[in-house]
């Protein structure tokens, strides 16, 4: 955009946004440029940073997986980013909504965790569809996966 004043000449304004993600900080960058008609330049700038507790794409990996011993998609994995560490609580549904299973996660790890498809007793659950619940300072995240046998 540009701007016509009488005391400043010509004034051009750019307005830039980006997300960013360094190390384990959500940064939001705003910034405002404007130049006056000498070459005189200002830039204003500032950062937000954000907290939370996000999935990462693509996961729980694999949305099938088969804990029949042969080595293969024997666990679903849950990766994620817990950008201020909370304690994290997974709740693993069979399809008429009874707790199977409750992972406990403590805050500050490796930021992922696995579901073996056993239940509460150490057994394989039954093959089907299993609902998870994902609890984090409030957030909740939903999602299935599927257990084939």
Known sequence: MNYRTERLGKVERRFGFSLLLISIILVFNFGLLSAGGEGDTEMLAFNISASGFKLDEGYPKPRVFTPNGDGNN?????????????SIVCWIYDIRGSVVRQLDIVGGGEDKFTWDGKDEGGNIVPSGIYIYQIEVEGQTINGTIVLAK
């Open 74 to 86: 024997e666990q679903v994995t849950f990766e994620y980013e817990n950008i201020d560490e909370n």
